[in-house]
């Protein structure tokens, strides 16, 4: 049990373009889900926590309007990357919790190429 | 942010060897989480630790979660080659804003050679 499908799995897209990325938990409810950035060789770093139902609360430093959350089911939420640019190009990953579990399953991620 | 010391950073051993790495931290978290990440994929859960003083195994794995709650060690026993991969710890905070969040550590890199 706990699986948490992301997609997709990697996208390239053209500089100025909105991309959008997907987290769905397959078996079970997830009341929160967590969007994660990583560089390479580096560790995860929380960009926001998402709510169903509510608005996302994000990390200090992340642009709230550049990243746009949306959890409007207990099975999905979404990442849109709003006119992406180059220095976005990296590794997306997103992990749900299931209530008052911490069981933290990740996504597989997405690798994000803006050129 | 908040994140966690990880040491080793990276590794680089003998198939059969042991490994051992750790995590320290100077919040107390009420849960410590392992990880393994391999290329192109999301962190898997190996172990997850809920109480101070927690021992446990998973297989040729064993973690642990320190008294103070502040720190936590992980040893893999006679590595194999697909023991390779990035390990990385997780703390989930205790309280305040920053409730049921994860931190994570920097990452130990093992290279395992056959």
């Known amino acids: 049990g706990a699986v948490v499908s992301q997609h997709p799995s990697w996208v390239i897209c053209k500089s100025g373009t909105s991309v959008k990325i997907e987290c769905r938990s397959l078996d079970f409810q997830a009341t929160t889900m967590f969007w994660y950035r990583q560089f390479p060789k580096q560790s995860l770093m929380l960009m926001a926590t998402s709510n169903e139902g509510s608005k996302a609360t994000y990390e200090q430093g992340v642009e709230k309007d550049k990243f746009l959350i949306n959890h409007a089911s207990l099975t999905l939420s979404t990442l849109t990357v709003t006119s992406a640019h180059p220095e976005d190009s990296s590794f997306y990953i997103c992990?749900?919790?299931?209530?008052?579990?911490?069981?933290?399953?990740f996504g597989s991620g997405t690798r994000l190429t803006v050129v | 942010g908040q994140q966690l010391n990880q040491s080793p950073q990276s590794m680089f051993i003998q198939e059969g060897e042991d490994v051992s790495m750790n995590c320290t931290s100077s919040?107390?978290?009420?849960?410590w989480l392992w990880y393994k990440q391999e290329p192109g994929e999301g962190p898997v859960l190996l172990i997850a630790?809920?109480?101070?003083?927690e021992l446990t195994s998973n297989g040729r794995l064993t973690a642990q979660f320190g008294i103070t709650r502040k720190d936590s060690f992980l040893n893999i026993s006679a590595s194999i080659p697909s023991d390779v991969g990035i390990y990385f710890c997780?703390?989930?905070?205790?309280?305040?804003?920053?409730?049921?969040?994860?931190?994570f550590g920097q990452g130990t890199i093992l290279t395992v050679h056959p």
């Open positions: 992990s749900a919790s299931r209530t008052g579990n911490y069981g933290y399953t």
């Open positions: 997780a703390g989930v905070n205790a309280g305040g804003t920053s409730y049921g969040k994860l931190t």
């Open positions: 630790l809920y109480k101070a003083g």
């Open positions: 919040s107390i978290f009420n849960t």
